[in-house]
């Protein structure tokens, strides 16, 4: 029985669909148990004996973890389960002061992604990033061997409201797809498409110019002089991409590098029950707690004591980098950028609700396991808690880390921390999982709902997401969207704009097209330019939409956003061309009666060396 890593060049949030062909995976078949009642047996069977997804290891060189299947997928067969997409907006700046300096320690930049692969997401802020914990952080980019890809992003925050629900804010709305981003000083070169190309023509010469000479001096010298190659000092990523081994290499003449990275990318199921850890115990759904939006939910019963999920951790040695300021008056830094205000805290990061911190201590430390950040708080009857995992079966943990001082973290560039979430008691299939946030967390969430009144002219907040559709199917049922002239006798909320998918010749390839009148949605998520609803068609089965489209050129006709001298009317567009985005700082995510509170780490857990409030200087 033999799986197949997945080393994505796609990443989960709303589904990850599989690519492959059928050598993506090859699966294992159910064990049969001697039992004089099978139906329990099989109930009551580890969650490791039937789980079919991993975290383990990944055979990709210097990559880290790896997501493995022990399962077999089919084209369009989706690979886990939703993740969240977390906002953080303006992190440069509130940092810094200025939009130009990158000089504080900010692990998660090697794991968020870009605002634009996330619907509407680049209009929340100046600049807006994608935290994306699960399988949106923890898969591998192959170029070479990539065999999944992303799907839509979406937003909805459950029914919640800002007028009526002191939740709203708390959590983040958006769950969909994103895909992999390079992280190369922190994990070593990874190779890329290109470095396929080079290697391959190096391992050519290796075989014309170099193995003739030495294939009749025996295999000590083959092997010398290969591990001489791969450990010539000036690294690069066509040296990363060429097999570790001289035997290796030799498979690779004869079949290619791209075979025996495949071969290579197979384990066995037994090694991954061994060495592995389970990821797909936990899927998201409605949390049946009041006010607390998604939560997880158990897809097979779990044994007290047996893991629930694994959670390789991001540290944040000073959580002061979460923190949000107002800009100074009349202040501007030499690019022409407002300054921070370093004494006005204004709110803090959204991030801070999925991090794990302690009072007396400046670390945050943010899981990014799959379905682990669904888990919402139950203070009174938990079945779940948070365990250092013992380091012989650790994939990531470094136990020395939790002897080490905050300073020491703030060097480390790479994660070398874990959770593990375990069973207190036996879980049963479909229940919901809940942990103790901890008493502090508690006696702040009972405070902020008791204390809680909606912000200004909340009853008249109007969401983009509830008036946008994304297919067809979809938008038969969305609301129609009003015209200009209707707008002047019933608005839209004022936190609204609408914006249309559009490509002139520049860009064809990545926008919305009318190809045929069949209008093709291809790679672009984000609507472009704000557009105006001039008239509405009801046509048989669609309602259709002539829009003017207002399209940013500058003096050199290349699109600038300071300038709008182009507009161009555009018919019959589906009401999937058109969506509504939030002005920037008026969605939920910027309320200032928000709640923000970090997760709590157990007093038995958090580390000596880690508890001081302030830097020893």
Known sequence: MRTTSLSLHGILLAAIIALATPRIAWGAEVQQVSSNNEADDAKRRSSSDTCRLFMARSTIPNAGIGVFTAVPLAKDDEVGYADLVIPITDIDWHNNGSRNKHDYHWLWMNYDWLSTEILNLPYEAESSIACIPGMGAMPNCHFRLSNVKESWSKYNTVGLHRSRDAGVGAFTGYHGRHWFKVREEE???????????????????????????????????????????????????????????????????????????????????????????????????????????????????????????????????YKEAVLMHSPSKGIVDDDGFDVRNI??????????????????STVLLCPYGSGTSYINHNHQSPNVKIIWPDETHAIVFNSTWTKQSVDFLEDQFSPGLEFDYVALRDIEEGEEVVLD???????????????????????KYEDASQWNCFDKEECETALTIRTEEEQRDNPYSKNLTINCYFADAKDRELVWIDELDDWTMLEERVPKFECKILERHDTPGSVLYDVEIIIPVDEDGQDDEEYYEDVIVVTDVPQYGIQFVNKPYTSDLFLPNAFRHEIGIPDSMMPESWKKLVNDD
């Not at 204004?346 to 302690?358: E, P, S």
């Not at 946030?437 to 009853?459: C, F, L, M, R, S």
């Open 187 to 317: 994990f070593g070169l990874v190779p890329v498409s290109s470095s396929y190309t080079k290697a391959e023509q190096l391992l050519k010469k290796y075989n014309d110019l170099v193995l003739t000479a030495v294939d009749n001096s025996g295999s000590d010298l083959k092997k010398d002089l290969w591990k001489l190659i791969k450990e010539f000092p000036y690294k690069s990523r066509p040296l990363a991409a060429l097999p570790t081994d001289s035997e290796t290499a030799d498979r690779a003449i004869e079949v290619g590098i791209k075979e025996t990275e495949l071969e290579g990318s197979i384990r066995p199921v037994d090694w991954l029950r061994i060495n592995g850890k389970c990821l797909d115990n936990l899927r998201p759904g409605v949390s049946n707690i009041e006010g607390a939006g998604r939560g997880a939910f158990a897809t097979r019963f779990i044994p007290q004591g047996d893991l629930v999920a694994p959670a390789p951790l991001i540290h944040i040695p």
């Open 437 to 459: 946030y901890g008493i502090d967390w508690e006696e702040a969430w009972n405070k902020h709902v008791e204390e809680w009144t909606p912000v200004d002219d909340a009853d």
């Open 343 to 360: 004494t006005d805290i204004i709110g803090k990061q959204l991030i801070l609700n999925y991090c794990f911190g302690h009072p007396e």
